[in-house]
């Protein structure tokens, strides 16, 4: 199932019905095609085939006679999901089909690296894609595929590089478009450097993807995030309770910063800020002090005192799997209470942060980033990262990127204003 680029729909539009049918005829029985930048029409070509019911069969560098060049891509979606997926993919496939000649394939992978490995796939129209603009999740489905395990054989035997490189090139594709947080951008990197086509996308709603300003998913997820803080304050101001809101983010606080400070949280624990229980209740009784009923507590789901930063990471580890409670926001709730003998609740959104629509900057920046990608693979250029940085769309190479995180900077610019304002962060 292949669809048309550009001039094909402006023939077919402008001079009526005879040239495209027989270069539709023509095609039909050509050998299958490999590589789209052996021979790209140009515009002459695409006049010549307007006027010549049959068109020559031109001989191409891989071998093949064919008239139109093949472009095929693949798509996929990996990890952990977020609500502009969808918007991003309809990006490039627009982008693509509007701006090339060549007959274009699509192939959605199921359920991320997954689909390549078990090269379970479908093959989609630029139709598609219609209505994703605003519609979250993923229409192809994701999963996490460790990085860690990547040389580890799945549970059946299968290996997962050399599996993903002969499905790749038996479908004979031209690029493969990874929409991914880290983990998955480094295996995008390990499959560029086993020589396949593949560009990354910056999807995480947690922001942590280094290389870029900003992730697609971040601006919905805090938004999600804003709203819930919004709706707790009002429970909280009648009761005149102390809330603990946990907010994802186990290595990274960008959501949580950001939530805290478009929510008025008067104390905000992230993980790259380690805290002093001491410096939390001080805040909490100052909040009382200045006539505060309520007090909002964000904590990241990594939030960490410092003497647990300050313990080697394997006891640490140890220390978090040996927790009773469902997570930090429990225990931080239960040491306020028996400190301040307040009520204290704990309210956690969890995964209603990665659901739901797009926001509109969100949709805006998953167009963005498809554009810049779609742009990228017409043009030639893979074993990169779309990135964002200083408000203009760019590319990154994916070696220099893969496998390091964008944390939060303790003396960073929100986190010094939201100082100013008052907020804590537990560390004075
Ligand atoms: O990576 C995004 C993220 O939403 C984190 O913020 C969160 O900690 C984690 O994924 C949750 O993962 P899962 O969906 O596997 O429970």
Redesign the pocket.
Known sequence: MAAKGRWHLWQAGTFGRLAPLAGYLWQARQPSPTGIFAARPTVAGAHALLWETVPNPVTHEDGNERGFSMLRIGLLTS????QALNATMRGIVKTIMNNTSDEVEIYGFLDGYQGLIYNRYVQLTPLDFGGCLSRGGTILGTS?TPFKLLDTPEADGVSKVPAMKKNYKNLKLDCLFMLG?NGSTKTANRLAEEGLNVIALPK???NDTYGTDLTF?FTS?TEVATRCIDDIKTTASSHGRVFVIEI???KVGW?PLYAGVAGGADVILVPEIPYEMDNVIKAIEKREEDGGRFAIIVVA??AISREEAAMPKKDYKKLVAARVKPSVAYDIAEEIAQRTNREVRVAVPG?T??GGQPDAQDRIFATQCGVEAAQACLSGKFGIMIAQRNGKMCRVPLEEVAGKLKFVDPDGELVREAKLLGISFGDE
């Not at 990890?79 to 977020?82: E, I």
């Open positions: 990890g952990g999901d977020c996490r947080g995480t709603i947690d998913g997820a994802m983010g186990h959501i789901e990594g995964h942060q990665r």
